[in-house]
């Protein structure tokens, strides 16, 4: 059974870094494309980015280009989101998320982490 | 960016009732849309996938059409449980973006 559970999050201040975790079991995360998607609460769904099982090709949305880096460990079966030089509108609810392939929709989500940016 | 222009944004209705709900991408996306159910606190899930494909599990009355540009979300009979936030997805191309949300209320 697929399952996915996200931790990391917290509050912390404008400029600062912070890293979401992912950990997945019922499958292997280096066999499948992983996103992050965010969620401001009460609003919509904004695609972050992307990690592909394809010589691991990332791609970012661009608000969060040069700041944030996703990548993977095979050996705990975890994906990340490493998230540099904060801002107050990163505020959201952080969902992992698989889909089968990067062209393919999400498949599964996790129940999300939330990340609140504030001085 | 492909832009998916989701309608309406709400709507009331009674149990019963037959709802649609539209998305509309700003250029032709094959059928490489999913459609997915949010209920409060909790995580999407899906519904339905490649525009018309129900997802394992999810019941009948849910059904997907369209291809290109213009794709429906059907409830044939809605269900107590269905009073959710509905939202389209485009995979077709990057970056990944969704339709604004349907909220369907209780009449």
């Known amino acids: 059974q697929v399952h996915l559970v996200e931790s990391g999050g917290g509050v912390v201040q404008p400029g600062k870094s912070l890293r979401l975790s992912c950990a997945a079991s019922?499958?292997?995360?280096?066999?499948?494309?992983m996103h992050w998607v965010r969620q401001v609460p009460g609003k919509g769904l904004e695609w972050v980015a992307l990690?592909?099982?394809?010589?691991?090709?990332?791609d970012y949305a661009d608000p969060v280009k040069g700041r944030f880096v996703v990548s993977r460990d095979r050996s705990t079966n975890t994906f990340f989101l490493q998230m540099d030089n904060l801002r107050v509108d990163d505020s959201a609810v952080y969902y992992c998320?698989?889909?089968?392939?990067?062209?393919?929709?999400?498949?599964?989500w996790g129940q999300g982490t939330l990340v609140a940016v504030s001085s | 960016d492909i832009q998916m222009t989701q309608s309406p944004s709400s709507l009331s209705a009674s149990v019963g009732d037959r709802v649609t709900i539209t998305c509309r991408a700003s250029q032709g996306i094959r059928d490489d849309l999913a459609w997915y159910q949010q209920t409060p606190g909790k995580a999407p899930k899906r519904l339905i996938y490649a525009a018309s494909s129900l997802e394992r599990g999810v019941p009948s009355r849910f059904s997907g059409s369209g291809s290109g540009t213009e794709f429906t979300l059907t409830i044939s009979s809605l269900q107590p449980e269905d009073f959710a936030v509905y939202y389209c997805l485009q995979h077709n191309t990057y970056p990944l973006t969704f339709g604004g949300g349907t909220k369907v209320e209780i009449k």
């Open positions: 990690l592909s099982y394809v010589a691991d090709q990332a």
């Open positions: 019922g499958f292997t995360v280096s066999s499948y494309a």
């Open positions: 998320a698989r889909a089968q392939s990067a062209y393919a929709g999400v498949d599964y």
